[in-house]
């Protein structure tokens, strides 16, 4: 099994004096209930639903009290309700909105016991005017596997030490740049991941990401309530990955002929159902810092290796030593996207962009990170520091004197100045510290 970092906010969650069913949220594939059934070793006990089966689904589709339901689950299960720790589990809950309804009944009437669900679009239970639990439930999301969780799952236990350490030894610089090459190159998928790690063979993983895709595509009539949102979300599935990394519009998008809202709707029905993420753009440079709706958003996908393997991009990224050169730099920003939404276990964590309100500048940066008040801007380039422009614009308006740069290179600090002579100090960070960049800059905004 992949070790996932995970694990560590489900053992706080256990701890917690109020603690309330949780609820798992990420994509189909990701892990959900493979990390849950890892997290149940921990536990005397453990009893797991999946409300995919009739038979189980129709537990809590039945006329029962809560007390009543409890029996029939630790009945057909087997399992002793005088165990001290017990962990249930239930699985793909969005099959049954009176499911989702008594998780509510878990924590006030049941507090002992441990409750996960997990599920995908739970949206469309609020929509059947359902009694959702508001307030009774906490929410955790799961998310392809990050870098770290690669060089784990492939045997790299002492590179992913160095990478909590921050500082590299020079040694291990070009190693890692390597290995993060190659995760780039594969993604983070777990079942992609599983049978990488066992064969190092790129070209065997084929099957496995075709399959994943149609697993996908075939999803599309459970999130659709009409034929022609079932087309239109198909074709998104269908011509997405070709834009990763790219800022989009919606009218037509794909060579449809589809218009600007119901495109619109339909991106925003996979963004909930995590298949990818919208990253739109702001103007401001502190916060808050709303975002522009109404300007393009970037297009970022659940995972890079699906990016590169439907895109086409596997074998230039397998020649190239620099995979900030590869695609106009679009895969070494959209493996960047990836990796700061893994550090994020929020279902609400988003990312967003800056551009200049004037519209016809030309000023962007990749991307923006709260720290504090503050929006510390990060771009992901390659070449030198001083032709960074759209991050100088940036810094000439922002209160703070601290920017982030990912590229291949080392990592390393510089003190420079904008054409328009403001200081500012510059942190040039490997690709293999993206997961870090938030202890880094916690570690110099104080000393800019």
């Known amino acids: 099994m992949i070790p996932r970092i995970l694990m560590n906010e489900l053992r706080a969650w256990s701890q917690e004096a109020d603690r309330k069913p949780l609820i798992l949220r ?22 797991e639903m999946n409300l995919e089966k009739p038979e189980e689904r129709r537990i809590f589709e039945s006329d029962y009290s809560f007390d009543k339901l409890l029996d029939a689950i630790f009945f057909i299960k087997n399992a002793n309700k005088s165990v001290a720790r017990t962990l249930i589990f239930i699985d793909e809950v969005q099959n049954s909105p009176q499911a989702v309804v008594n998780l509510r009944y878990f924590y006030e009437e049941s507090p002992h016991l441990f409750v996960i669900a997990a599920g995908s679009l739970l949206e469309t239970l609020i929509s059947k005017r359902i009694s959702f639990p508001v307030g009774r439930v906490d929410y955790l999301a799961v998310r392809p596997c990050s870098f770290k969780e690669f060089l784990l799952a ?28 190659r995760y780039s190159i594969v993604g983070g998928m777990p079942e992609v991941l599983n049978h990488f790690s066992q064969n190092q063979d790129i070209n065997a993983l084929a099957k496995i990401y075709d399959r994943l895709i149609v697993s996908y595509q075939d999803d599309m009539e459970k999130y659709a309530d009409t034929a022609l949102k079932e087309n239109i979300l198909r074709h998104i599935m269908g011509s997405a990955f070709q834009f990763a990394g790219q800022r ?10 589809y218009r600007s809202r119901e495109m619109s709707e339909a991106f925003k029905t996979l963004e909930k159902a995590m298949l990818l993420r919208l990253v739109y753009p702001v103007t401001s440079v502190t916060i808050p810092a709303e975002e522009k709706q109404r300007r393009s958003p970037k297009l970022i996908l659940l995972d890079t290796g699906l990016v590169n393997y439907t895109a086409g991009t596997q074998k230039q990224l397998f020649i190239s030593h620099r995979i900030d050169e590869v695609y106009k730099g679009k895969i070494a920003e959209h493996i960047a996207a990836q990796e700061l939404l893994a550090i994020k276990h929020s279902v609400r964590a988003k990312l967003n962009f800056w551009v200049r309100e004037d519209r016809n500048s030309q000023a962007e940066t990749d991307f923006v990170l709260p720290f504090d ?8 380039k390659s070449g030198a520091g001083g032709k960074l422009r ?13 920017t982030i740069r990912i590229y291949s290179g080392k990592m390393m600090i510089e003190h420079l100045s904008t054409i328009e002579g403001k200081a500012f100090k510059l942190i040039s960070l490997p ?13 110099h905004f104080d000393n800019q």
């Not at 236990?157 to 290995?179: S, W």
Request: hydrophobic residues 40%.
């Open 248 to 257: 989009i519009s919606f009218d037509k998008f794909g060579g449809s002929n």
């Open 431 to 443: 690709f293999y510290l993206i997961s870090q960049v938030e202890r880094i800059i916690s570690n």
């Open 26 to 47: 990420g994509a189909r594939q990701v892990g959900k209930t493979t990390i849950v059934r890892q997290f149940a070793k921990e536990f005397d006990q453990y009893i």
């Open 390 to 402: 759209s991050l100088q614009k940036f810094m000439d308006a922002a209160p703070h004197h601290l």
């Open 373 to 380: 008040d503050s929006l510390i801007p990060l771009e992901v």
């Open 154 to 181: 492939t045997g790299q236990e002492k590179f992913a030490g160095l990478i909590d350490d921050i500082e590299i030894p020079e040694y291990a610089h070009d190693m890692l740049i390597e290995l993060f090459r």
